[in-house]
Structures are given as C-alpha cells and as structure tokens.
C-alpha cells in the first residue's frame, strides 16, 4: 500500500510485498524458491512471467526422487530475477519509477530487526518439528534449543538480511553471477546439493502470453504450461455450459457441478509439462467443442470417482491493482513448507524442493531433465471486462487451487457476491491432504447438513474439515472499480 500510495504501479508494489513475505512467511515463500506473474496494464496488454528455476546440469536421480535434503533440490530459484523482470517491465511499459532498492527496504529492515512469529509458522514449525532438527542449517534459524519457534516469538534473520541487502544494492544480477551466488553454490554444495555456478547464472524468467477463457461476460486469464492454468480454465469452461445463476450459491447442485467439473479437468492434468506437446494440446484442452463434450458427460446425480494422486505445496498469493488500471496476480513458493528444508550455507536462505514435482520415469513427459521446468501448481488469475482488468484473484494450496478458485469465481461472477461473502463461504477439496489420506470429498463443517446428506446421496464419499479449515486455500482478491482499487483476504489462516 505504501507503494501504490506513493504513485507506484501493481508490479512494483506486488515486489516490495513479494520480498516482504519472504521474511515473514518462511514457511511458504523465500528467495531460494520461484513465482508466476500475471500483468495486464490499463490498456489491456497481458503478460506472464514464469520466474520458475531450471532443472540443475546433473544426471537423472536414481530412484524416487527425495522430498527433503539435499536431494530434493533438483532446480535453481527464479523469484529474485521474476521481481527484476517485472521492475523492468513496469518501467518500460507502465512508467513506473520506484527505485529497485526502496522495494526491498521494508524486508531488510524487518529481517535485521525481527519479526513475531505468525501462528502460520509456528503450525507448520510444529508440524515438521520431528523432521526439521536434521535439516542443514534449519534449527539455527527456526528452532529454539531444539523446539520450533511459537507464535508471537521473536524470529531475527541477520543472514537474510544481508543476502536481501546484497541484492538491494548490486541488483538482481547479484543472487545469480554475483559474490552472493558464489556463497549460494558453495553452501549448497557442503550440504551434497549437485549445482555449479553456471545453473544459476543460467536462470531467467520466460515472459508468454496468457491463456484466455471467456466465462460469461468476463475473460478469464491464467499462466500457460507447465502451470496447472489450464486446469482452472478447463473447469471453468466446463461450468460455462450450465445455468449457474439460477441455483442457490452454496447449494448441492453448485458444488456437486464444481466438484464434477474438476474431476473431468484432472483427467488430463497429468500430461502438464515443459514440452512442446503439452503446449501444442493445450488449445485442445480449451476448445469449445472438447469442453462441451466433457460438460454433457456430467451426471447432475451422480458423482464421478476421484482416482488422482494428491500433490503437496504451499505458497503465498498476491495481487495489486493500481490507480491507472495496471494489475498484477502472483503467487510465490518453495514449493513443500518449508521447502527442500535446506540453507544455503550462510545466506539465510531456504532453498525449494519444487524439483519433487518432476518424475523419476524417464518416458514421462514431466520427467527430470537439465534446463527443463517441472509441472506447476502456481496458477494466479485476472479477470477482465471489455478488455480491461476487473480483479485479480489466487489461492494457496497445490492441487486445490483451481478447485477453490471454481468456488471463488462461480460465487463472484454467477451469483454476484461481494468479494467478502464469497471469500468466507464453505469449500471443497478433493482428494487426499497432509492430514487426511482418504480420496474423499472434504467439505468444510459450515456446509448446510442438508447439502451434506443430499451430496453423500449423489454418491459423494464426504468427510469433514473445520469451518474456514485453511487446508481449503487462503485466497485473495483485488478489485478496480468506481470506488477505485479495493482488496479483500481469506478469513482462513
């Protein structure tokens, strides 16, 4: 806010509150970890920026790949060179003339000076604390003799800080060919991770074109591939072929036609890659006839079985509009909480484990390779009307981000809710989580037990997650309208 009060543009203030993050929510983002952007200026020009880091130069793992340690750090980190590139972008295209280093002051300044920790952290700090004690590097910065910080305790990272100040100062170049990037490499390496300097002197965030869906009166934008965008706007595109508006929002019918509806859109979920078939059957995937197809194959009583393999990940969402129509949705993430568990040596810096989210089978088409971009479940949205941005939207929460964006979208373009209403309304998660390893239908405790009784009759298996559970994403909204730019967060936490 104080970027945007001060005449910054949504990029630029979506920067300063990315660096930010990486200091308070640890657990969730960080600088050894990537993002996805999505920006559309005031005269409807629409980007994303895939700051997403590359398979390292080393041979195939052997085995399934570790989802902690040293061994799970298979990619570089892109967030720093997504903030670079969308700094640059918002000079050159929006005018913006915030200067790189006030963006990042507000985050060294509470990394050097200390943070309470959020009940966030310390859930998560608890959650792995029997696992955590072992990571490299970890327990000096997050645990206390042994046990994980608590909320409202003190966190200082006067390593962070410095690492934050390097690249205040020397530029972005510096976490990736600087005296910073050689600490990186070398901290990495006493810890067993296979990366030479050249991986990270070899990252840079790929700039494409959104894809686009028209849903309503609105088109709705997400990230290409090898992000699970396609994914959001294949459900979306699926509940285009029904008469939403004339349900009741919350209703057994709404949500078995959201839940139905993202079963089919996971169907073909698992061929997401960095390749050039997955980027050549995407317009397939889209394409009014396949979409009306699969529409006509819901059954309106009858539920559909959920087969699919639950992936883990937890990220942080942010999303700016500013007062000349700009607007930027992004997500951050090192993928796992607190991602591969790994500091880079004397940086302060956790680095992602997002290369878990490759396969070990050579033949697949998200298989590891150097220089190639795992499947992603980052997936930021923006909406538009007449061309124009209307608000931008995004949740945490891997696999259930397209699904509580269905709920989301249907709850504030269907019905017409207020962004508050539909932020606070019951949701569903399918499938498997952290906590809960049935592939159920999980509805949080607020949903109306006779919406219950009628799903479970439909052939829903149902269990139930607390009310405002925040394993049901923790979602945003930004909007621009005549009563200019407003937002609105997730009750959960």
Request: glycine residues 10%; hydrophobic residues 45%; proline residues 6%.
């Amino acid at each position: 806010m104080a970027v945007l009060n001060q005449g910054g543009t949504a990029p630029e203030a979506v920067i300063a509150a990315g660096a930010v993050l990486t200091v308070v929510m640890p657990h969730f983002c960080g600088l050894g970890g990537d993002a996805v952007w999505l920006v559309v200026d005031h005269q409807g020009r629409q980007r994303s920026f895939m700051a997403i880091g590359q398979g390292i130069d080393r041979p195939m793992p052997q085995g399934p790949f570790p989802l902690r340690g040293p061994g799970s750090v298979l990619t570089t980190a892109a967030v720093v060179d997504g903030w670079d590139h969308a700094f640059n972008y918002a000079k050159t295209h929006l005018g913006g003339q915030a200067h790189w280093e006030d963006l990042l002051a507000p985050a060294i300044s509470l990394a050097g000076q200390g943070i309470e920790v959020s009940k966030s952290q310390a859930f998560w700090g608890d959650f792995r604390a029997a696992e955590a004690g072992a990571w490299p590097g970890f327990a000096a910065i997050f645990m206390d003799q042994g046990q994980p910080l608590q909320a409202g305790s003190l966190l200082r990272q006067p390593a962070l800080e410095t690492s934050l100040r390097q690249i205040a100062e020397k530029g972005a170049a510096e976490f990736y060919r600087g005296a910073l990037a050689q600490r990186i490499v070398e901290g990495l390496r006493a810890e067993g991770v296979v990366i030479g300097p050249e991986d990270l002197a070899r990252t840079t965030t790929q700039e494409a074109a959104p894809l686009a869906l028209t849903y309503r009166d609105m088109t709705l934008l997400a990230p290409p591939v090898p992000t699970q965008g396609v994914t959001t706007l294949q459900i979306m595109g699926l509940l285009s072929h029904f008469d939403l508006a004339s349900l009741q929002p919350g209703s057994a019918d709404h949500i078995h036609l959201c839940v139905e509806a993202t079963k089919r859109a996971f169907l073909t979920r698992h061929q997401i890659s960095d390749t050039t078939d997955a980027r050549e059957m995407t317009s397939e995937w889209l394409s009014h006839d396949r979409l009306a197809q699969l529409a006509q194959n819901i059954a309106v009583q009858e539920a559909l079985p959920w087969p699919h393999v639950w992936q883990h990940g937890d990220t942080v969402f942010i999303g700016a509009v500013d007062e000349q129509g700009n607007a930027a949705s992004v997500l951050q993430s090192t993928y796992f909480d607190w991602g591969s568990g790994v500091i880079a040596g004397d940086t302060g810096i956790i680095w992602q484990n997002r290369g878990a989210a490759f396969s070990s089978d050579p033949a697949h088409p998200n298989a590891f390779a150097p220089g190639k971009l795992p499947f992603y479940t980052l997936n930021p949205g923006i909406a538009l009307a007449g061309g124009k941005p209307k608000f931008v939207y995004g949740t945490q929460g891997a696999d259930g981000q397209p699904q509580t964006l269905s709920m989301l979208l249907t709850r504030l373009i269907d019905f017409s809710q207020p962004p508050e209403h539909a932020l606070a309304a019951p949701r569903f998660l399918l499938g498997r989580t952290f906590s809960d390893s049935r592939d159920s239908l999980k509805l949080e405790a607020d949903v109306a037990p006779e919406v219950i009784a009628e799903l479970k009759a439909r052939g829903h298996e149902i269990s139930l997650i607390a009310a405002h559970s925040p394993i049901a994403g923790q979602a945003g909204i930004a909007t621009l309208g005549r009563a200019g730019c407003r937002a609105w967060h997730d009750p959960r936490e």
